[in-house]
């Protein structure tokens, strides 16, 4: 399909969902029903496409209860990144009928069996525990970087209902705003908290992960800076899972390898112009490929001239790259005689 067709039954099917017209399930969250389309829904992540089906309890009763999201702004967010491949990200600024519809998905009665009787304090119940939340976060609240962790909590929902419109947009979203001047020192430790320490709750870990070697790639980059930073020494202290990305992953891992058994020579990267990520897909020649949907092949082996070079295998690097990481070891958790 092209894409202005495709955009043409996007527009469609959004105008559809706003006036309300056949739309055949709901997605609810404490206070909050918003009315979807099942297709729309099942086209769009297989996580849904198995709910939607009559295989599951929720295809049959015809909603999905959201148990892992209390805002309802962002149900309301991934609803748009469903129907119009993009997303407000503060309220303020939501386009008029999008206000309308969520206006309209508010409910008195809450989540499962209850009619409208009981429930009118669900929805104060949630702002509380929203508040609880901010307060127990250990940024100063004037100064926390909410635009940007909203990326980061948008990814994960994506990622959690597998809504790859969702994730794509939101790493969009958060390579720019992690791009350019205005992205402080500052705001990558602060970045490289919330996404290692505070919101990742375990059963969630490997989600986020592309977002984790975004951090980790750019603290390379900016290394000597950093390194004069006490949050940066209390975050390689405190965080074990930090520490060993920071040592083992993207440009400590750049090196490309030849796949031709007989050879196997490992070759570094020319700067700038091929990728020195390791492969994860966060710098900016990784960006541009998948951007541009440029077809990204692989160098030929200076070496041989026979073999592809590929990413040079990371169990590999993992090892290879133990004395850096006892290096950084003893340099963050210093041996008793030291001190
Ligand atoms: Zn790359
Ligand atoms: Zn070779």
């Not at 295809?59 to 892992?68: A, D, F, P, Q």
């Not at 390379?220 to 990305?245: I, P, V, Y």
Request: a negative charge.
């Amino acid at each position: 399909m092209s894409s202005g067709l495709t955009l043409f039954a996007s527009n469609i099917q959004s105008n559809l969902l706003l006036a309300g017209l056949g739309v055949n399930f709901e997605l609810r969250v404490p206070g909050y029903s918003f009315k979807v389309h099942r297709f729309v829904l099942s086209e769009c992540s297989r996580y849904f496409a198995n709910v939607c089906s009559g295989h599951f309890q929720e295809g049959i009763m015809g909603y999905l209860v959201l148990n892992e999201v209390e805002d309802p702004l962002m149900v309301l967010r991934m609803i748009q990144s469903i129907y119009i491949k993009t997303y407000t990200d503060q309220e303020s600024n939501l386009p008029q009928a999008w206000r309308r519809y969520l206006e309209q998905s508010r409910v008195d009665s809450v989540v499962g069996e209850g009619t409208s009787a009981s429930a009118g304090s669900q929805a104060s119940t949630a702002v509380e525990d929203e508040e609880d939340r901010a307060s127990s976060a250990s940024f100063t609240p004037e100064n926390r970087p909410d635009g940007l962790f909203l990326h980061i909590d948008m990814y994960w929902l994506a990622e959690f209902y597998a809504v790859d419109a969702l994730s794509t947009i939101t790493l969009q979203k958060f390579v720019l705003a992690t791009s350019g001047e205005l992205f402080s020192c500052n705001l990558l430790l602060w970045t490289i908290e919330y996404l290692y320490i505070t919101t990742p709750n375990q059963s969630r870990a490997t989600l986020g992960q592309k977002m984790r070697m975004r951090a980790v790639y750019l603290a390379q980059k900016s290394e000597m800076r950093l390194f004069r930073e006490k949050k940066f020494k209390l975050l390689m202290e405190t965080n074990a899972e930090f520490m060993w990305d920071y040592t083992t992953k993207c440009l400590r891992a750049k090196y490309l390898q030849c796949r031709r058994e007989e050879c196997q020579a490992t070759i570094e990267p020319k700067a700038r112009e091929e990728c020195d990520c390791g492969g994860e897909d966060v710098c900016q020649v990784c960006f541009d490929s998948d951007w541009y949907g440029r077809v990204r092949e692989m160098p030929m082996c200076p070496k041989c001239n026979q073999g592809r070079l590929a990413r040079w295998d990371l169990d590999f690097v993992d090892k290879a790259d133990m004395t850096s990481v006892n290096a950084f070891g003893e340099m963050f958790h210093p041996s008793a005689r030291e001190t």
